[in-house]
C-alpha cells in the first residue's frame, strides 16, 4: 500500500513564506504545507478563471487558521478542521499555518504551472 509522510515527501518546494512537502499517491498529490509568513494566494492566481484556484482541495488544519474567499462568500478554517475547498478559491494563511492537503494530481499541476509563471513575472520585474 503507498504511503507519504512530511519526513518521506521527495518533493520540497520552499517558496520563501510557505514550504511544501509533497507526493504522488496514484494521482493524488499529498502535500504537507508550513507556513512561515502569513499570505494570500491572490497575487499567484491572476490570469486563471476568475483569478482564482480551480483545483479542488481537501485537508487537515493542524495548526493555524487559512481564510478562503470565493466569489460569493468566505470561509475560515482552524486547527482540528478538516476542509474541502471547492474550484473558485482564493486562500491565505496565518504564520505559523500547518496543514495536510489532498488535491488531484492533473488540476495542481495546472495551477501550479500559472502560479509559478505569476512568481516569476513578479519577481523579475
Not at 486562500?91 to 489532498?102: C, L, M, Y
Request: aromatic fraction near 8%; charge should be negative.
Amino acid at each position: 500500500m503507498p504511503k507519504l509522510s512530511k519526513d518521506s515527501a521527495p518533493e520540497v518546494q520552499d517558496a520563501g513564506p510557505a514550504i511544501d512537502r509533497s507526493g504522488d499517491l496514484d494521482g493524488t498529490m499529498v502535500s504537507f504545507v508550513t507556513i512561515r509568513q502569513g499570505h494570500s494566494l491572490a497575487p499567484l492566481l491572476r490570469g486563471l478563471p476568475g483569478d482564482s484556484c480551480q483545483c479542488p482541495h481537501w485537508g487537515y488544519l493542524l495548526a493555524g487558521k487559512i481564510t478562503v474567499s470565493y466569489a460569493d462568500h468566505e470561509e475560515t478554517y482552524q486547527a482540528g478542521d478538516a476542509f474541502y475547498m471547492t474550484p473558485g478559491h482564493v486562500p491565505a494563511a496565518e504564520t505559523g499555518t500547518e496543514f495536510i492537503q489532498f488535491s488531484p494530481k492533473e488540476q495542481l499541476a495546472e495551477t501550479m504551472a500559472a502560479m509559478m509563471a505569476n512568481a516569476r513575472a513578479m519577481r523579475d520585474g
